[in-house]
């Protein structure tokens, strides 16, 4: 059953593939494809790429083809042989580069050696190799692959990142830009009471670096100022593309819904910030929440913490603050490198 649901899955992804290449012809417009988008529950993800499409068509390039990493094993091979030296090539952005989530960087290998010829835009990523044996390992392939194509451009969205790849890809069009999901700062969103109290939303996976012991001293702390709400941006769901905003904004209303954030997810930052909610961010196991921390940095309603022992005074003064004293900063401009790469 399971291989005769493959099959047709199959089917239906090639018939939709071919339909659009029909529309880029019949329209005389190059094919813009993107490599890599999700399926699985990450909404932090599903964020990236809900976002990607729409600068994208923010910037004139209307008729997108996503390819997610899962079709890898079903159609991957079939798209690469149809698409052609002017079709446009993206990446999805994220924290995929690196020995952390080796999978998803073979996947972005693969897509790199699959189109030679073709201009390909990574969107912004964090690069992480752990400074062991396999870490060395792995950049070493990395860097014979990507300094090995010739019109490769990498978007990295924090400066460690950022002069880690000068070191290493040298062949490589590297541009420094914000995480993609903030090219939604600025946009309205559904306007909900504020009166639910604190959400808490910690990881609980490879990049967590909060002890069971520092997250029960901060739980603690933040019950003296209201009820306690308990979220994940990652969900146990397949999320399909017909769904994505549909999960995506209902967990934006979640987080605008409440008096405070506290959190240690990169997006459970970025989705306080362009919902204009107060939010207290831990940092990871890595350095990307406070490298893009940085690019916000002046939103006074967004906190950078690296441990509790202040967290009583910054939560007094976030639940104190009205948003009409809200500050504002100018995101647009950040992305105009991003924008001439893709109109290039």
Same mark, same amino acid.
């Not at 999320?239 to 967990?251: A, N, Q, S, T």
């Given at each position: ?176 830009? !914000?995480? +993609? *999901?903030?090219?939604? &700062?600025?946009? @309205?969103? %559904?306007? $909900? ?5 604190? #959400? ?77 909610? !107060?939010? +207290? *961010?831990?940092?990871? &196991?890595?350095? @990307?929440? %406070?490298? $893009? ?5 002046? #939103? ?45």
């Amino acid at each position: 059953m399971d291989k005769i649901k493959t099959i047709i899955k199959k089917i239906i992804k090639i018939l939709h593939f071919n339909l659009y290449l029909f529309k880029c012809k019949i329209k005389g417009q190059a094919p813009y494809v993107i490599f890599g988008t999700p399926l699985h529950g990450n909404l932090g993800d599903h964020a990236i790429i809900y976002s990607e499409i729409y600068f994208l068509k923010q910037n004139g390039i209307k008729h997108i083809f996503e390819v997610s990493t899962y079709e890898d094993k079903i159609c991957f091979d079939y798209i690469c042989k149809k698409l052609k030296e002017n079709a446009r090539i993206f990446v999805t952005g994220g924290g995929s580069i690196g020995s952390q989530w080796i999978e998803e960087e073979k996947f972005i290998r693969k897509v790199i050696k699959s189109f030679p010829d073709n201009k390909i835009v990574i969107f912004p990523q964090t690069v992480y190799y752990s400074d062991d044996e396999n870490g060395k390992y792995e950049l070493e392939i990395s860097k014979k692959i990507y300094n090995g194509h010739k019109n490769l451009s990498l978007c990295l969205r924090e400066k460690v990142s950022y002069e880690f790849c000068k070191s290493n890809f040298q062949n490589v069009n590297l541009v420094l830009v !914000p995480d +993609i *999901v903030l090219c939604l &700062y600025g946009k @309205k969103f %559904k306007q $909900v009471d504020r009166k639910d109290g604190i #959400l808490i939303c910690f990881r609980h996976d490879a990049e967590k670096k909060m002890s069971s012991k520092e997250f029960e001293n901060i739980t603690d702390i933040l019950k003296k100022y209201g009820n306690l709400k308990y979220t994940d941006t990652v969900v146990k769901k397949v999320i399909y593309p017909i769904l994505r905003k549909k999960f995506l904004f209902e967990k934006l209303i979640e987080f605008s819904s409440s008096r405070l954030v506290v959190t240690d997810r990169l997006h459970g930052m970025i989705f306080a910030a362009i919902t204009k909610t !107060p939010c +207290i *961010v831990f940092s990871n &196991y890595n350095h @990307k929440v %406070k490298g $893009v921390y940085s690019w916000i940095k002046d #939103l006074n309603y967004i906190v950078y913490m690296e441990n509790e022992e202040e967290l009583e005074e910054k939560v007094s003064a976030l639940l104190k603050l009205h948003e009409e004293d809200f500050n504002t900063i100018n995101l647009e401009v950040k992305f105009n490198d991003l924008k001439k790469l893709i109109k290039e």
